[in-house]
């Protein structure tokens, strides 16, 4: 297993794959080539035998200095459950507290259950929302109309975990 900064010769071999990776739910559109040319020193990408297997793209958030914000994460559905997901959080966390920042902001849909369990294994909470939707907590309408969104964040700072 190898772990290394995103690069751009990356985003097609990502793309090419990243909705077969959602059970064909279309994400591709979340996930534009600027990503991978413009915060590279901030994404990793984890490859077996020179397969990508997961990435994760994130970066310092240009309106608050103490947040860095983790944009899209991505595992091969055969490799998930192994421990990919955790060590590319580890690394952005690595860096980013590099970078001065002491709090992780993330986003996902209502209706990705494993993802929600990951960030709550992974230390995250729910920021409170607009409305609480089987017991969750969620923004009605983050990212447009229907497009409910849970909010995550998480403190690295180590006196507050």
């Known amino acids: 297993m190898n772990i290394r900064h995103l690069a751009e010769a990356d985003y097609d071999r990502v793309i090419s794959v990243i909705d077969e990776w959602w059970g064909g739910r279309m994400m591709s559109d979340m996930l534009q080539r600027l990503f991978f040319i413009h ?4 994404s990793f990408v984890i490859e077996e035998k020179h ?12 309106t608050d200095p103490n947040i860095g914000y983790i944009h899209f994460v991505g595992i091969h ?7 990919h997901a955790r060590i590319l959080y580890e690394a952005f966390f690595e860096k980013i507290k590099e970078l001065g920042c002491d709090n992780v902001l993330c ?11 990951f960030h709550k294994r992974m230390g ?10 089987n017991g969750i907590s969620i923004y009605e309408n983050y990212d447009g109309p229907g497009k409910d969104r849970i909010i995550f964040t998480k403190s690295l700072d180590e006196k507050r975990t």
């Open 39 to 42: 915060f590279q020193e901030t």
């Open 77 to 83: 559905p055969k490799a998930r459950k192994e421990g």
């Open 124 to 133: 995250f909470t729910i920021k409170p929302g607009t409305k609480v939707v």
């Open 51 to 62: 397969k990508i297997i997961g990435f994760l793209v994130g970066f310092p958030s240009q």
């Open 107 to 117: 986003v996902t849909s209502p209706v990705n259950k494993g993802s929600i369990a």
